[in-house]
């Protein structure tokens, strides 16, 4: 697996993540139709746009099957972040869930899986 591909790829899960954080904070504060509301969401649209031409770039220069499953690494990550701030408990079952996105990451993106 190319560096490039998975650096690329990572920080549009990184501005995904940040961009749900952003929003989330506005919306808890009741801050949406607000000054710092407005800058959140002009924020979220312009990484949003960001995202788009990263992505726009790895599919010109990787295969879509190679390099789109990495951006579930999302969903462990939120989960993380949850629980840091208190917004979701350890459950074994979730655990389990993140296990299987992170070895089904691992195994996608093996070179000798190939049938």
């Known amino acids: 697996m190319e560096i490039k591909k ?11 993540l940040f961009t749900a954080i952003l929003l989330n904070y506005s919306a808890k504060n009741n801050l949406l139709f607000s000054m710092v509301g407005i800058s959140s969401i002009i924020a979220v649209i312009l990484l949003n746009f960001l995202k788009f031409k990263i992505w726009g770039y790895i599919y010109k220069q990787y295969h879509l099957s190679e390099s789109y499953p990495l951006i579930t690494l999302f969903f462990p990550l939120i989960y993380l972040i949850a629980i840091l701030n208190g917004e979701a408990t350890i459950e074994i079952t979730k655990v389990v869930g993140v296990s299987f996105i992170l070895v089904g990451i ?8 190939r049938i």
């Open 6 to 16: 998975v650096l690329m790829v990572l920080l549009t899960v990184f501005i995904t």
């Open 106 to 113: 691992f195994i996608m993106n093996t070179k000798n899986n």
